[in-house]
């Protein structure tokens, strides 16, 4: 059969098309050879992000045959993009070179350490971190690579056949090796199922080009074993042969007790519906999977305001909203603005229900819309969206002395069920309010124009309160700054070296940028205040707590951070699944994850002080007894530690307060049980916590703001039944 390409008409008028020629160098002016590129062209009257990809030859020049005339976005992998124009009916040349950046060097092995010669390594790509993953360059055969002049916030990660994805990381986080490289070893996952198939048009004739995925989402945030912080794989796209077959390049995960269930998989050519359905698969197996893609329909509507009257530029989308404004989209939805009469249209759109969303982030006093839609084959349905307010909170930002503040932010977010957050501006008489909030409570924060720090807040305020009232104490700009320098004892680059600033009481932290020398120098409030230093994902240093006064200079001087430890553990007893974490005593010093061979957990470059086992996940069904590790600079710490089974303890702690509260409980021989530092809510004039402990005896203590209060308590059985037990923090105590 003779494979398809179909395409429809989207817009009045046909757009002339040209071809481009792109000349690519390295930073150093060598002709950038293998280098892929991905071009979107502003005129292409799809209804939905569709891009071409070339590939740089030797001599750096890659062409484009086919391009809508006008003005184009050119996206070199891993790197910035860059403008190009395109002529009708003529080829252009355009030459770039790729600015100077950083350098990746790595290694690629499966899941028992030795090298994957087969690999390859794959770049996120535009579109919102979706289906847009692409191939960037083939490792050698000993599985190592280099990546040249890649931007900081490049994500990438490992692929081969035969084996699950590695997780992804950026070249930000990684450390700076001895050759001026960023390094990292990508370990594949364990070998899974196999799929392959052929994609078909609604006549059931091949469809060359198509693009199919499948797996599990991914794009969560986790951490390697290295402590390297990463993210979870996405699934990577591939296009169809001549002939409609594709085979996927990542294994699927086998079921397991988690997922037990078959797989989703996701197919979409130009000028058809995404097409979704499932697959199982099974170890050793190759599964085949026949996709016929289904016939396109059409929706056109309206946008009208709350009074009915046509909303001009207004984007709709034709895809499922989660929670306010949150959207997972394997490939790029369909999308368009409203006209000056408020219409909108789209094809592509598939059979069935379609639920359309209508909303501007920078307009959201206008509000927003969502409808359902029953969709049939060859038929136009139209729709009708009328922008709603939604639940409300409602107030007024003010200074100290009562007068308005107009043009400030009004921020409003919840951590669960992680609404999408919300904003508003204050009018000329600081009155706000803020639209289509989600259900519960919400926590407010007021930013000044142009600010980012928050100068007001307050949590836990209800949907539908319309008095709420916002003081800015420090409304006039009289911002402090910050002096200091980076200190490495070994004298190593500090280019790979993440400073952050992070306000007592506050969730919210800062990037400060440090010069080649290690000094910094940063704007901010005034307030109290630490500084974390991280390498790698390692924390190095976190400073004690210091002021920053107003119209003043703190100055830090040199913060050095000390020559690493390490660590090796053994555990006495059952650990029954949980996974070993060391965190700092202190609870700003950062986390450490630990590794388990032949039966002892160990952590490589730990920055020396005194550092607690926890398990995870948490709530905890065990603890450790002896949790405390003192770390030594450059000497390895060895302890044997017991691990015992836990119930809950409740407490109820009066005078703390609740963004500084710290809870420690030993046992009678003084040994650590437990040790929890994080921000409480506090109710009724106290902190109504819990804790998890052995049975016997032990001793909690809390320390808050300087203050201390302690209580005994006997753990059986039956305690988390029990009368909460009551801890007084008082000073001296």
Known sequence: MVPVRRELTVAPGNVGKGALDVRLSWSDGTPAADVGLVVRCASDPAPRAELQRAVTDAQGLAHFAELFAGDVTLRPDLREPFPATVVEDATRTVAFTLPQALDVVGRVVGPNGSAVGSASIWCDGEEHRNAQMRRAVDCAADGTFRLRDVTSSAMFGARARGFLPSPCVTPSSLTIGANGARTIELQLGLPGGRVHGRVLDPDGKPIAGARVLAGPRGGFQMRLASGLNATAPLP???????????????????????????????????????WSGEVAVAAGTITFVEIRLGLPTRVEGRVLDFAGQPLAGVKVLAAKEDRGGWYWNVFPPLECRSDSEGRFAFDWVATGPCELNAHDFMRPDIGRAQAVVECKAGTTTTCELRMDLGRIIAGRVEDKEGAPLAGWSVYADNELPQWHPRQARTAQDGNFRILNLGEGRHDLKVR?????????????????????????????????????????????????????????????????????????????????????????????????????????????????????????????????????????????????????????????????????????????SSCVRGAEVEVRTGETTRVEVQVEGVVRVPLWITGADPDDVQIDARDANGRLLLREQFGYDERDGGIRSSIQLPLGRATVEVRSGGRFGKADVDVDQDSERANPTAIAVRAGG
């Open 236 to 274: 990577a796209a591939v296009e169809t042969d001549a002939e409609g077959s594709f085979e996927l390049i990542d294994d699927l995960p086998l079921p397991d007790a988690k997922n037990p269930g078959p797989l989703s998989i996701h197919a979409t050519a130009r000028g058809y519906p995404v």
């Open 448 to 620: 000044g124009p142009g600010r980012i720090e928050v100068l007001a807040s307050l949590d836990d305020v209800r949907v539908g309160t319309h008095d709420v009232v916002l003081v800015v104490e420090n409304a006039q700009d009289r911002s402090a700054s910050l002096r200091g320098r980076v200190v490495d004892p070994d004298a190593r680059s500090l280019g790979d070296v993440v400073v952050t600033l992070h306000e007592v009481g506050k969730r919210m932290g800062f990037f400060v940028t440090i010069e080649a020398n290690g000094s910094f120098e940063r704007r901010t409030q005034p307030g109290r205040y630490r500084l974390s230093v991280q390498r790698g994902g390692l924390t190095l240093l976190t400073t004690p707590i210091f002021v920053v006064e107003a119209d003043r200079a703190c100055e830090l001087g040199d913060v050095e951070f000390p020559r690493p430890g390490s660590v090796e553990i053994t555990f006495a007893g059952s650990l029954a699944g949980a996974s070993p974490i060391l965190s700092h005593s202190d609870g700003w010093g950062g986390r450490t994850t630990l590794i388990e061979r032949d039966g002892v957990w160990s952590a490589q470059d730990v920055v020396p002080g005194t550092w607690t086992i926890h398990l995870e996940p948490f709530p905890r």
